[in-house]
């Protein structure tokens, strides 16, 4: 272990290895899944418009939750109550709570050493986030992957803005180990991961992971990427990151989701994703297909009775005809964006199984071609 | 056969007696279901929040469909190209139309003898819904079963608005019989019914029925209650209505789905129910349970780890607790209304299939009672 901590909550196994890629296992007290891994994200403790029953049809074995809106509503302690999310939820598969980090820094919060202070979105009111408390909200939260609390920034930023919040994010990330290993000390089988900033300095990047490292954490989340950038400032940054991350654990590119990019970020080492694109391109009438996006709202789809994807499994190509789809979508039914989300994330899930079938026969490369011309 | 049609299809066998309700099954083309029937809302061919999957996963034999709204919306001839709503919506089993009446006369429609004259509520434009029309752009949209357009008043009016409603409607009852037989004379395997109105005058109501069943249908609608009388004025008229209805033909009470209204309804002879009210109460957070109405966004149910109904057997009692469905609610997340309204349509499925097994045991009265002391 190079975690620094006394036990073996989580562990990485690589089972095939295709360049720098790897198709593994996490295992963890709850059980057990795969990698390369897309967590969808449900926000408020569900995937918008889907049921935790939902998720475990589309084989989806990660749920990521997020701490910002669960500690404003219903509360922590409530969430706490009820056995975290996982009683709360019904929801059986494994849970990873981001730190709140992201949607604090995206409301504009008064922030210093101690933490971030902030207004909630529901009612105004003010709260603090620090290292310390969000450890504490995950530990209520019932995470089986905790994040720590970073420095996120939108890019571009100034190099003096980059270097202040990877300072700051390595500064809170030592707290947040302190905060967190009693209750490791004491048998708790909640991870946690620290995170990597440097927006697209590659010398920051390998700083902040260095830094990140000599903390010592189960898993490692690359963060502050797919934040304005282009893919090709995004690829550099990630892989000095990378670089300096150990083989061993679990490595985590947050926030990104789009076929090119993850299919990229796998080759390169990355083993979890999660990303709102599909969730919210399906509510919008934006379908991810073998051929590239559809747009279902278009009118040449008005009489179409094939489905949304001749090559997709999914329940909803299975059954319903595009017209169908199109009309639900155009009369505003709530039917329309469940369908649509639930064939957008067995694409994507799809999508990811294929590229772990991919490094588990060698043929990434290829595999990445083919993405690419779809999707480039 | 007393509909004066010279096929045979839609057959209802009334398998058990109890009193004047019946247990019984109709027979079609497509196949068969059971009475009594409740049938849910499916608007624009959809039951809002569900899919047809849902509704076939919870055991509805037969779903509504909105003329007025799906003429609109796609387009009756949309619908057509795709193999009628069956074809277009994926839901296997029978279809049952309304006219459109209901709604456009809702919208304040200019009226004569010739049929309604309304503003589409979806862009303005004007529309003409006549007998004849209505009858074809059921035919178009493949119902199973059609119903005639009539005149549909809010109560209470007067005895003079009243009996020009069932005047009209018996006009119009005549002519949509005539339109429609040349599809039936070529093999049409679509069924027809008329519709009783009348108010709570009691003499209007059997003076209705008779003139409805002189034209003879393959089964009787009885229109216009359960819009804003009491239910002391309702049964009276029901059963008025009811009393001049043929035996061997299923018998519709519109609109009605309350369930001691339902259950009373059965009481008396019915057969079919349509209503919104379950599932609109869903959207809002009212839950139908054997211990009666339970609000869910009452605070009382925010750390409430137990299922909306323990003695209920569906897939959100079976799973989610009190606490996460009020949660999901509250943060207005979709997935809310959609497990709401399946627990509402469950409960009031199996109360149907409750009461026709109290039918079948001799016992519908005592049935009657639990009903009202738990919903009276």
Chains 1, 2 share one sequence.
């Not at 922030?111 to 529901?122: C, I, K, L, P």
């Not at 502050?224 to 654990?249: K, Q």
């Not at 080759?267 to 073998?290: E, M």
Request: aromatic fraction near 6%; charge should be negative.
């Amino acid at each position: 272990m190079t975690s620094g901590f006394e036990d073996d909550v989580l562990r990485f196994e690589a089972e095939v290895t295709d360049g720098s890629a790897r198709a593994g296992v996490v295992h963890t007290a709850r059980g057990s899944f795969q990698t390369p891994c897309f967590m969808p994200v449900g926000t408020r403790a569900v995937v918008r418009t889907l049921s935790p029953a939902d998720l475990e049809a589309l084989g989806a074995e990660v749920m990521l939750a997020n701490t910002y809106h669960l500690l404003l509503r219903p509360g922590a302690s409530t969430i706490g109550a009820l056995g975290g999310i996982h009683g709360f939820t019904a929801w059986p598969g494994h849970v990873l709570t981001d730190s709140g980090g992201y949607q604090v820094f995206s409301l504009d919060p008064r922030v210093d050493d101690s933490g971030a202070t902030f207004r909630s979105t529901y009612d105004g009111s003010t709260h603090h986030l620090s290292p310390e408390t969000a450890v504490a909200i995950q530990q209520q939260l019932g995470a089986d992957i905790q994040m720590v609390l970073d420095v996120c920034l939108a890019l571009p930023a100034s190099g003096e803005v980059v270097r202040s919040a990877v300072e700051r994010t390595a500064l809170w990330a030592a707290r947040a180990k302190a905060a967190h290993s009693p209750a490791r000390a004491a048998g708790s089988p909640q991870a946690l991961f620290g995170i990597v900033q440097g927006g697209i300095d590659e010398a920051l990047r390998k700083e902040s992971a260095a830094r990140t490292v000599e903390i010592g954490f189960d898993g490692y989340g690359v963060g502050g990427l797919s934040v304005g950038e282009t893919r090709d400032e995004m690829l550099p940054a990630l892989a000095a990151a990378l670089e300096l991350l150990p083989e061993g654990v679990p490595r985590y590119l947050m926030g990104v989701g789009d076929p090119v990019g993850m299919v990229e970020a796998v080759a390169l080492g990355v083993d979890l994703f999660d990303c709102v694109l599909p969730t919210r391109l399906a509510r919008h009438g934006t379908l991810l297909t073998s051929a590239g996006r559809l747009h279902i709202k278009n009118a040449a789809f008005a009489r179409d009775d094939g489905p949304i994807d001749a090559g997709c499994a999914c329940a909803v190509c299975a059954r319903y005809p595009r017209a169908y789809l199109r009309h639900l979508l155009q009369v505003h039914e709530p039917t329309a964006p469940r369908l649509l989300t639930m064939h957008n994330l067995h694409w994507l899930l799809e999508l990811v199984r294929a590229t772990r079938r991919a490094i588990a026969a060698g043929r990434l490369d290829r595999w990445r071609a083919e993405i690419g011309a779809a999707w480039g």
